[in-house]
């Protein structure tokens, strides 16, 4: 299963990012958290957008609306530095400049609690008015994605005498679907689990003995 961080850590790996990190404190029993905010930069659609991660933060009700109140230092983060070459064309106009993006208007927050409906509702409309739309992802959506992203494949190995030793074992997964997450994998020999638990054991034996 995974976190809801891992979630936060994956979900935009697609684009480049700047990562910026600041402590909050609470005001009632001192305790503090590290937030973590990401501007991402997808150079493609010319558009930069914003993504937080918030731990566990007993001391404070709803520390994302402070998020969102330094939303204008996040999206300042230095991008001059940045710039990517679209395309093989070597033209100086092919080169897109970090400091160019515009800001696309979403933000996404992963929360590791679930906020107040009614707090996190004013959050969305007040962002709303201002042309922000905020997407708040919390436990409920952890879960629900560990639900429905079920494994597809299992890989066992193991290493002797500096030989590696690998038998994939599918599990209501088709070559097809083999070949389009890895084309790698798609020609490898493998044990299909209908055969039965100890046919699948049988052969893993078999194959880590040879």
């Known amino acids: 299963m995974a976190?809801?961080?891992?979630?936060?850590?994956?979900?935009?790996?697609?684009?480049?990012?700047?990562?910026?990190?600041?402590?909050?404190?609470?005001?009632?029993d001192g305790t503090e958290i590290e937030v973590i905010a990401r501007l991402l930069l997808n150079f493609d659609a010319n558009a930069k957008y914003v993504a937080f991660?918030?731990?566990?933060?007993?001391?404070?009700?709803?520390?994302e609306a402070i998020l969102m109140n330094n939303l204008n230092d996040i999206l300042e983060l230095p991008t001059t530095d940045v710039g990517v070459s679209v395309g093989f064309s070597e033209l100086p106009d092919e080169l897109v400049d970090g400091k160019d993006l515009k800001f696309a208007g979403r933000v996404f927050i992963y929360s590791e609690r679930d906020p107040p409906d009614d707090l996190k509702r004013q959050l969305v409309e007040e962002s709303a008015?201002?042309?922000?739309?905020?997407?708040?992802?919390?436990?409920?959506?952890?879960?629900r994605r560990n639900q429905l992203e079920r494994p597809?494949?299992?890989?066992?190995?193991?290493?002797?005498e500096?030989?590696?030793?690998?038998?994939?074992v599918r599990a209501d997964v088709t070559s097809k679907d083999v070949y389009e997450y890895s084309p790698i994998l798609a020609d490898r020999v493998y044990?299909?689990?209908?055969?039965?638990?100890?046919?699948?054991?049988?052969?893993?034996?078999?194959?880590?003995?040879?």
Not at 53 to 63: D, H, L, M, N, S
């Open 162 to 168: 500096n030989q590696q030793v690998i038998l994939p």
């Open 3 to 28: 976190t809801l961080f891992e979630y936060f850590a994956k979900d935009f790996s697609r684009d480049l990012s700047l990562e910026k990190k600041w402590t909050l404190k609470s005001t009632v």
């Open 53 to 63: 991660y918030t731990p566990e933060f007993p001391g404070a009700v709803f520390p």
């Open 129 to 143: 008015a201002n042309g922000v739309r905020v997407t708040i992802r919390s436990q409920a959506y952890m879960k």
């Open 152 to 160: 597809k494949a299992f890989i066992s190995h193991d290493a002797l």
């Open 191 to 210: 044990v299909d689990w209908s055969l039965g638990a100890e046919e699948v054991a049988r052969r893993l034996l078999r194959s880590l003995d040879a």
